[in-house]
């Protein structure tokens, strides 16, 4: 295993376990299931590590429990990405970067996604900045992976079942580590 892959799995296997923001759903459950679903939708190898990785910002922040709640964003696609800049291609950092801006991009453009996004997402939404404006929808699409980022959005949206049944979290881990060595 790769230098890369030992530090992201170390972040996996000491916070992993964390719960993904009250939703029911732990770190590790709502990163796999992600990935799950970049895969089965044939996304190229960067964009399911993409997946896996769309949050590893919330375990990278200060900022614990549930920041939503405290009317705080902790910016995670912000620390994420930068994060993995200098790690993997853009084409794993960019769709990171863009996730909450896809979500703002979804809710002036998609008249029933309000409705599919969790209370966390929905609380979250006025702090990220709310609905894009019809000019920063064109902006948005106008920048490199964007639609990755819209795609990668929504499985992000799906990939917070309690009732799916995962993996030995050892067995997670060498999936994801396969990925990640395949990306580096
Ligand atoms: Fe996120
Ligand atoms: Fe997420």
Known sequence: MNY?????????????????LGEGVSQIEHAWQCGQLAKKNSASSELQL???L???????????DTPTLKGHDDRHERIGSQFLKNLFP????????LHVEAKRYLI????????KLSPDSVRSLTLQGGPLSIEECQNFLS??????????????????????SLLSKEEVLSEFNDLMVSCS
């Open 4 to 20: 890369v892959a030992k530090l992201i799995e170390n972040i996996y296997r000491t916070k992993g376990d964390l719960s993904y």
């Open 108 to 115: 002036s453009t998609d008249a029933g996604y309000l409705e």
């Open 50 to 52: 993409a997946a896996w």
């Open 143 to 164: 920048k490199p992976f964007a639609m990755d980022a819209i795609a990668l959005r929504r499985w992000d949206d799906q990939a917070k079942d309690s009732e799916c």
């Open 54 to 64: 769309h949050d590893i910002g919330h375990l990278l922040s200060k900022e614990v």
């Open 90 to 97: 853009e084409a794993v950092f960019v769709p990171i970067a």
